[in-house]
C-alpha cells in the first residue's frame, strides 16, 4: 500500500514530492508534519491523499490542513470511512471491514516504523588492510500482499491489501558516545588480516566465517542482524552452533517480533541498540512506563513519539470501555485535541438528555406525538455517543 500526494496550493505542494509514492509510515509522518506546518502559520490548506495498490489507485481523499485533522491520518481516514458509510443499510458489515482495513495499515505503519528504530551503527576503525573489502548492509522492502475486502471512499469492488513491510532494521545513525562496541566491533585482540572474514561476510558464508574467525562470534552475529528479516534464517543456523550466546537469541527474537522473549532476555540489552529493541519490545506489549524508563536515558525522539502514540491509543479504548473518569485523568496530561471533542460533545449531550427527560416527566402536559419525538431526539443523542470513536 503506498501513498501520493497533490494540492491546489503551490506553497503546498513544494512540501512534497508529487512524483514519489510513500510508504505508510512516511505518509502518515509526512501529513502530521504538513499539518503542523500549516497551523503553525496560522493557514489552512487542501491535500488530496491518494492511496494506491501496486499500480492501482483505490482511493482519493481530501483532507484541510491546519485544523488538527492530519495528527493522525489513520485516525481521520478511520472517520471519513464511517462518516461516509453510517447511513448505509450494511454499516455494521462495512464497519468491521474498515476497522479490519485501518488495523492493517496501523499495523504496516508499526512495522515500518520499529524499521527506523534501530541504528546502523558505525564499526569502530579497524586496522588497516591491504585491499580491504568493502560492502553494504543493503535494505530489502518485500510485501506480502493478503487480500482485504472492502468499500473505500467513492471505490466499490476493489480489494485492499494488508502488506507485511520487511524491512532492514539497520536504517538510521543515533550518535552516542557510549554506543555499540562490542558488537559492532571486531576483537581488539586479533593480530591477524580480517579482510577474508569481510568477504565472508559480503557473501554470507556466515558459517564458514564463524569456523574461520570462532572469536569474532559477536561481530558475525551482529551483522547477520543488519540483514533484517532476511537474516532470521543465518541467525538461526548460527545459534545451533553458539546457542549459548543470548544475545544473538535476544536479537533473533526481535526479528522474529518474539517480544515477550526478547522481555525475558532483557538483561542481554548492554547496548545503546539493544536497548532500542528492548524498548520498542515494551511498546508492542504496552508496557510503555517501562519504554519510558529506557527512552529516558536513551532519548530517541522517534520512541517518543511512539510512546505517545500507543498513549493516545489507550485512552480511546479506555473511553469506548466506558473508563471515562479514568479517561478524563488521562488526557489532563495527553491533551488529545480527538478526546477534548469527544468529552464537550458528552457533556452538551448529557444536558440535552436530561433536558429531555424532564420534559418526559410531565406526561400531562404533552402529547403522544410528542413523547415519541421527544424518545427518538434522546436514543439519536445516545447513539450518537456511543458510535463517536467508530468515526476515528
Do not use: C
Not at 479490519?100 to 512495522?111: D, K
Amino acid at each position: 500500500m503506498l501513498f501520493k500526494f497533490k494540492s491546489s496550493s503551490s506553497e503546498l505542494n513544494k512540501k512534497f514530492e508529487r512524483s514519489k509514492k510513500y510508504s505508510v509510515y512516511e505518509a502518515v509522518e509526512l501529513i502530521k508534519n504538513l499539518d503542523n506546518d500549516i497551523k503553525s502559520e496560522q493557514k489552512t490548506a487542501d491535500l488530496t491523499v491518494l492511496i494506491w495498490n501496486e499500480n492501482q489507485q483505490i482511493s482519493a481523499d481530501t483532507i484541510k490542513l491546519g485544523e488538527g485533522e492530519g495528527i493522525d491520518y489513520l485516525i481521520y481516514l478511520e472517520k471519513r470511512l464511517f462518516e461516509l458509510h453510517k447511513d448505509d443499510m450494511d454499516f455494521e458489515s462495512k464497519k468491521k471491514e474498515i476497522e479490519m482495513f485501518i488495523n492493517a495499515l496501523q499495523e504496516i505503519y508499526a512495522e515500518q516504523y520499529n524499521a527506523t528504530l534501530i541504528p546502523e551503527s558505525e564499526p569502530k576503525a579497524k586496522r588497516e588492510f591491504k585491499n580491504p573489502i568493502i560492502f553494504n548492509k543493503s535494505k530489502v522492502l518485500k510485501m506480502i500482499i493478503l487480500p482485504i475486502s472492502i468499500l473505500l471512499l467513492a471505490f466499490v469492488g476493489y480489494k485492499l491489501f494488508k502488506g507485511d513491510s520487511e524491512e532492514t532494521l539497520a536504517t538510521e545513525n543515533i550518535e552516542t558516545s557510549s554506543q555499540i562496541t562490542e558488537v559492532a566491533s571486531l576483537s581488539e585482540e586479533s593480530t591477524y588480516d580480517l579482510t577474508y572474514l569481510d568477504q565472508l561476510l559480503s557473501e554470507k558464508r556466515f558459517e564458514e566465517a564463524l569456523q574461520e574467525y570462532p572469536q569474532e562470534y559477536p561481530y558475525i552475529e551482529r551483522e547477520i542482524f543488519y540483514l533484517g528479516l532476511d537474516g532470521i534464517p543465518y541467525l538461526e543456523t548460527f545459534l545451533q552452533e553458539k546457542s549459548e550466546y543470548l544475545k544473538g537469541q535476544f536479537d533473533l527474537a526481535y526479528l522474529k517480533k518474539e517480544f515477550q522473549t526478547v522481555v525475558e532476555l532483557k538483561d542481554q540489552a548492554d547496548s545503546d541498540e539493544r536497548l532500542t529493541q528492548l524498548a520498542v519490545a515494551y511498546i508492542n506489549l504496552n508496557l510503555l512506563n517501562e519504554a519510558e524508563e529506557i527512552n529516558d536515558r536513551l532519548q530517541v525522539s522517534k520512541l517518543t513519539e511512539q510512546i505517545e502514540t500507543a498513549k493516545n491509543r489507550n485512552l480511546i479504548n479506555m473511553i469506548k470501555d466506558g473508563k471515562i473518569e479514568e479517561a478524563k485523568s488521562e488526557q489532563v496530561y495527553l491533551q488529545n485535541p480527538r478526546v477534548t471533542e469527544y468529552f464537550n460533545l458528552l457533556d452538551e449531550a448529557n444536558q440535552q438528555i436530561e433536558a429531555i427527560e424532564e420534559q418526559l416527566l410531565q406526561v400531562d402536559l404533552i402529547s403522544e406525538e410528542e413523547i415519541e419525538s421527544l424518545n427518538k431526539q434522546k436514543e439519536k443523542l445516545i447513539e450518537e455517543i456511543n458510535n463517536f470513536f467508530y468515526l476515528f
